[in-house]
């Protein structure tokens, strides 16, 4: 531990958006000029920024809470399970794990601090300098996620995050703007929109006219998109519920402005599922929106989540969610088996599933669109895509890349065979070899004339 500059530790757990809260505090403690320790012994203090979305995630951040209380002693609570109360109305973590120095919940980074200060008093003031105008971030230099608002306005059966991080809070349009270019300046070579609902921005703003470097522009999902556009950097668009005026950004992807990549919770297909799930959009002609999407941008990239095993799911309902599945050829698909969340209401629909059920209904759903994926991919070979580098391995010629098909860590790779060297956020144009269940084989379309002009 430090004796003279305070060292604070981070486990962050959970979704980008509980990244991003992470990335605020680290920003702001830089500021005032607390240094950030890489392991629990390096740290006077350790802050855990916990998820608390499934049975799963929350038994994830108990574990992290207690082993970083073995480790190091000090620990303070944030995030969505610090946000939870017993039913008996206290502290879900205080309640389990009374030793920690302090509890709060989500997009609370003011309440972090304090605590921080109180058990951890303020170094000297540092000068400016040491944090950068787009703050400290925990992802890759060249890609970055950017939070546009935080809270939802719908109350899905199966979801307690309204409950935890409130009703939807869009963020100023100007503020949004900054930000990215702030992380273009840094050298981010691309922008991963996030939020609890991206498409419902600004709704509670009744999309107020705002300004972004002086322009006069609209609290909305249309503009915000027009302004990324500018920056001339891959921005692409996450958790996009599908209302009517989604149908209004994919010219903006034909055109280039974003990338053609779309993240849509769809979770079911049928009706009777849908309404029990209470899901937003629910009515909408899915499979009709999809192939209007195609007809205007052919090559948008179309990914999703499903649920499996909802209560009272029958097998004839599964089935027709197979159907929906095999239609609408979506090219990235995630499947859950459904999981109960303490205080969810889908927890008072009659007709639970078994565990095996469940996980059955899963593994066959993933089956279905593992083929359709094998199939998609397979269309690829030939084709001439532009990449963007995330590593290199140079000892064994590979450059791991993704398309614009591809996002961080949830979607496939794109591996480059090269003799070149190439750099993290480098954008290489290849030619696609080979194609396996997620991803692809390529090389630089220069390949050739790379070799034969530098022979071994």
Same mark, same amino acid.
């Given at each position: ?11 962050? %757990? ?56 073995a480790e190091n002693g000090r620990v303070i609570v ?6 939870? $109360? *017993? ?13 920690? @120095? ?25 000068? &400016? ?13 060249? /890609? ?16 307690? +995050? ?5 009703? @939807?809070?869009?963020?100023?349009? &100007? ?10 300046? #840094?050298?981010?070579?691309?922008? %991963? ?41 891959? $921005? ?22 974003? @990338? ?20 937003? #959009? ?7 929106? +999809? #192939? ?27 089935? /027709?969610?197979?159907?929906? @599945? ?26 639970a599933l078994p565990d095996e059920v469940r996980e ?5 759903? =993933? ?12 269309e690829k070979i030939g084709r001439v895509e532009q990449?963007?580098?995330?590593? =290199? ?15 961080? *860590? ?22 696609? $070899? ?23």
């Amino acid at each position: 531990m430090s004796d003279a500059i305070p060292v604070v530790g981070f486990v962050s %757990l959970g979704c980008p958006k509980a990244l991003v809260d992470t990335e605020r505090i680290v920003t702001e403690l830089r500021a005032r000029g607390y240094r950030v320790g890489r392991t629990y012994h390096d740290a006077d203090l350790v802050i855990v920024n916990t998820c608390g979305f499934i049975d799963a995630a929350v038994e994830e951040s108990l574990q992290a809470i207690s082993e970083a209380l073995a480790e190091n002693g000090r620990v303070i609570v944030c995030g969505c399970l610090g946000g939870r $109360t *017993d039913v008996d109305g206290s502290n879900y973590v205080l309640k389990r794990l009374p030793k920690v @120095l302090g509890v709060t919940g989500p997009d609370s980074t003011d309440e972090v601090l304090q605590m921080v200060e109180a058990h951890l008093p303020r170094p000297h003031e540092p000068w &400016g300098e040491l944090v950068p105008n787009c703050g400290v971030r925990l992802t890759p230099k060249h /890609y970055a996620y950017l939070k546009i608002s935080e809270g939802c306005n719908h109350h899905c059966a199966f979801c307690i +995050i309204p409950n935890l991080r409130g009703q @939807l809070v869009s963020r100023p349009i &100007g503020s949004i703007v900054t930000e990215a270019e702030n992380l273009k300046a #840094a050298g981010v070579k691309e922008l %991963l929109v996030i939020s609890q609902d991206t498409a419902a921005y600004g709704v509670d703003t009744r999309y107020s006219l705002q300004f972004a470097n002086g322009r006069p522009v609209r609290t909305r999902m249309l503009d915000l998109c027009k302004e990324l556009g500018r920056l001339g950097i891959w $921005t692409r668009l996450h958790y996009v519920y599908p209302y009517p005026h989604v149908d209004d950004i994919i010219p903006l992807m034909a055109e280039g402005l974003v @990338l053609p990549y779309l993240d849509v919770p769809f979770q079911h297909a049928h009706p009777r599922v849908l309404k029990a799930m209470k899901r937003p #959009a629910s009515a909408e002609k899915n499979l009709e929106r +999809i #192939a209007a999407w195609r007809a205007v941008c052919p090559d948008i990239t179309i990914r999703s989540t499903f649920i499996a095993g909802f209560p009272g799911e029958t097998e004839s309902e599964f089935e /027709y969610l197979l159907d929906f @599945l095999r239609e609408a050829r979506l090219d990235r698909v995630g499947c859950f088996a459904y999981s109960p969340v303490e205080g969810a209401q889908a927890n008072d629909i009659p007709g639970a599933l078994p565990d095996e059920v469940r996980e059955e209904r899963r593994r066959r759903f =993933m089956e279905v669109q593992e083929e359709i994926s094998r199939e998609k991919l397979r269309e690829k070979i030939g084709r001439v895509e532009q990449v963007i580098v995330d590593e =290199m391995d140079d000892e064994n010629g590979l450059a791991i890349c993704r398309t614009k098909a591809d996002a961080p *860590d949830i979607d496939g790779k794109c591996y480059v065979e090269t003799l070149q060297h190439f750099e993290p956020g480098d954008f290489v144009d290849v030619r696609i $070899t080979d194609s396996e269940e997620h991803d692809l084989v390529a090389e630089p379309t220069n390949e050739a004339e790379f070799r034969a002009a530098n022979p071994q």
